[in-house]
Structures are given as structure tokens and as C-alpha cells.
Nanobody, 130 residues
Framework: QVQLVESGGGSVQAGGSLRLSCATS???????????LAWFRQALGKEREGVAS????????YADSVKGRFTTSKDVNKKTTLFLQMDSLKPEDSAIYYC????????????????????WGQGTQVTVSS
């Protein structure tokens, strides 16, 4: 059972930055290279939306709303910690942010939506004030 624990959320003024971390564990005998890792967010009263994903080759994709402002990455050594660097934050970025993981042949993230992810963190609140 894969476990994910987010940290790094908080309150910031518009234009500021935050860095979220997601510590992952419990892969067992399955190589971490088989997993797609991703970030989702859900604002109050809104549906959950995908923010960013990263595959086994560190290929990344981003929602249009965060392109050029957010960057996701994995730790260099063990590839078991996921990061989301959020710059130029806007009030509309306020939400609970979740990291998620799912095993996929070849570790690809192509075509995956929220319903395809098997493992989720507990979420961390990000609040951006104007």
C-alpha cells in the first residue's frame, strides 16, 4: 500500500511562492519507476482538478491555468519525494492540494484523470490573499 504525505501548505499574499512536498513510501516490490505521480487541487465549492503530473522519465504536464508558474519535480536520488514549486500565486490558486500516485505500465501519465489514481495524500491547504 503506497502512502503519501503532503506538507508545505500555508497562507501567502498574491504574487508570493510556496513549495509543497509529498513524501511517498510503501511501494513494496513494485519499482517506483512504474508510477505516475500527480498533483490535484480542490477549491471550496468546486470540482477537483488536475494541476501537474510527472512520469518515470520526469516528463511533466501542467494545467493551462498554472503553466509557467508551477513546477513539479522529484528528488534526484530515490525519486520518492514529489515537489510542487508554486510561484506568482493568485487568489484563484487557493485550494486543498493533494498528491496522488498510480501504477501504470511504463510509468506513463498519459491520459490519466483523477479517477485513475489509486493512492492519495491527505491534502494540504493553500490560501492566497489579494
Amino acid at each position: 500500500q503506497v502512502q503519501l504525505v503532503e506538507s508545505g501548505g500555508g497562507s501567502v499574499q498574491a504574487g508570493g511562492s510556496l513549495r509543497l512536498s509529498c513524501a511517498t513510501s510503501g511501494y513494496g516490490t513494485t519499482s517506483t519507476a512504474r508510477y505516475c505521480l500527480a498533483w490535484f487541487r480542490q477549491a471550496l465549492g468546486k470540482e477537483r482538478e488536475g494541476v501537474a503530473s510527472i512520469d518515470r522519465f520526469d516528463g511533466t504536464t501542467y494545467a493551462d491555468s498554472v503553466k509557467g508558474r508551477f513546477t513539479t519535480s522529484k528528488d534526484v536520488n530515490k525519486k520518492t519525494t514529489l515537489f510542487l514549486q508554486m510561484d506568482s500565486l493568485k487568489p484563484e490558486d487557493s485550494a486543498i492540494y493533494y498528491c496522488a500516485a498510480t501504477a501504470r505500465w511504463g510509468g506513463s501519465c498519459y491520459g490519466l484523470g483523477g479517477a485513475d489514481f489509486s493512492y492519495w495524500g491527505q491534502g494540504t491547504q493553500v490560501t492566497v490573499s489579494s
